[in-house]
């Protein structure tokens, strides 16, 4: 442990009794000061200067200020990033929506298309169909004519 030892001289002539009163006290501030050592307002003895208290003491209440002025901004932004997510998340279940739904006509088309072509092939069906039937019917209607014929020649022959 450090002990600091002060002294002080003083002079015959300082030792008038016609001083100033509280001398004593001032002078020991001025020693006291340059040793680096002060008194606050309770005449405590203190290592730090009284300004430097004070600074020290306004920086801590700044610092507070900036920490709790950090934890709010902290938690605005986690809030925003909260919110950004919950955007993203739905950006990407639209995109899920708009991707199965661009699938889902594509399907559809692709039915149609098949579709249209069983259609088609039942067009050509039915009218190869109607072909046959128009060439029977013209045949029978030739059948037809010559029995009419045949029979005609028969009454007439009677």
Known sequence: MTHLL??????????????EPGWETAMAKD????AGLHFDELNKLRVLDPEVTQQTK???EECK???????????????LIELVDQLAKE????KMKAIGARNL????????EAQ?????????????QLERYRVEYEALCKVE??????IDQFIFQK
């Open 116 to 128: 249209q072509q069983q259609l088609q092939a039942l067009i050509a069906e039915k009218k190869m």
């Open 105 to 112: 006509l594509k399907s559809i088309a692709k039915q149609r």
């Open 145 to 150: 004519a010559e029995q009419n014929e045949f």
């Open 6 to 19: 002060l002294t002080a001289t003083v002079t015959p002539s300082e030792q008038n009794s016609s001083r």
């Open 58 to 60: 306004e920086l801590k």
């Open 91 to 94: 950006a990407e279940n639209e």
């Open 31 to 34: 020693i006291l000061g340059e």
């Open 65 to 79: 200020d900036f920490v709790d002025k950090i934890g709010q901004f902290q938690k605005i932004v986690g809030g």
